[in-house]
């Protein structure tokens, strides 16, 4: 995947890691190795998508590397579950392509029913697919 990270556009970041411009309007959320997110960590990266976000003015999908997360406590899953006025995602795409990720993300999905489309995929390559669908069919411009 350093290979693939190379050569993409990093638009932004948190202590929690970065973030870089997939295609457009698809957000690829890279956390750092090991990454423990908190109600507060979550707050931050939701912050810092929405900063990138409203540079366009488009709603974007998010991609998250869950991978590199090796827990997630339950405030930061009410952060990115949570309904939002101004809603600047259209879909959340989890990639789990390893047992503790998947973990992690089917907790995440059975415990949170988030305000937009949210799925598991075992590959970057599948998530970016369904995001750029995501885009097509629930993008548009931030309300």
């Known amino acids: 995947m350093s290979s693939e990270l190379a050569a993409l556009e990093p638009v932004g970041g948190t202590d929690a890691g970065r973030y870089y411009l997939l295609d457009p309007d698809v957000i690829l959320a890279v956390p750092r190795p090991g990454y423990v997110q908190s109600g507060e960590g979550a707050t931050r990266s939701l912050i810092e998508f929405d900063r990138i976000v409203h ?40 990639v789990c392509s390893n047992v503790l990720s998947r973990a992690i993300g089917s907790f995440f999905l059975g415990l949170s029913r988030g305000p937009v489309p949210t799925r598991m995929f075992a590959s970057l390559a599948e998530a970016r697919v369904w995001a750029r669908e995501m885009v097509e069919t629930h993008g548009g411009l931030i309300n």
């Open 55 to 94: 540079t366009t003015g488009r709603r974007a999908a998010i991609v998250v590397m869950v991978d590199r997360v090796v827990s997630q406590d339950p405030a930061s899953r009410r952060v990115w579950s949570q309904v939002r006025p101004e809603e600047t995602r259209c879909a959340q795409a989890l």
